[in-house]
């Protein structure tokens, strides 16, 4: 069992930064894929960001790659998104999640957090 929770949300200006971090309860982190995904109101959740457990091998869509950058601490059980020029179609909430198995879609995931609101607007 993995429990996560998110942080770092918040309200910013277009073409702004923010980090997100997801703290993982539970044994073994090291060994799940961790993913980020954002979900706006009235759109499907969505893939944004993973890194792999076995080689910390990233994966981004192109809607953000270049702007965000996924990192991972396993000493301390931390997941981190970091988001430079935001965008206001970046708004969303953004959740954590951990998988032991595929790494980009959302049914490949076995353990949510319960998200945290990003909203980019001047």
């Known amino acids: 069992q993995v429990q996560l929770v998110e942080s770092g949300g918040g309200l910013v200006q277009p073409g702004g930064s923010l980090r997100l971090s997801c703290a993982a309860s539970?044994?073994?982190?090291?060994?799940?894929?961790m993913g980020w995904f954002r979900q706006a109101p009235g759109k499907e959740r969505e893939f944004v960001a993973t890194?792999?457990?076995?080689?910390?091998?990233?994966y981004y869509p192109d809607s953000v790659k270049g702007r965000f950058t996924i990192s991972r601490d396993n000493a301390k059980n931390l997941v981190y998104l970091q988001m430079n020029s935001l965008k206001p179609e970046d708004t969303a909430v953004y959740y954590c999640?951990?998988?032991?198995?595929?790494?980009?879609?959302?049914?490949?995931?076995?353990?949510w957090g319960q998200g945290t609101q990003v909203t980019v607007s001047s």
């Open positions: 539970g044994r073994s982190f090291s060994t799940y894929t």
């Open positions: 999640a951990a998988t032991k198995y595929g790494y980009a879609l959302v049914g490949d995931y076995d353990y």
């Open positions: 890194v792999r457990w076995s080689d910390d091998t990233t």
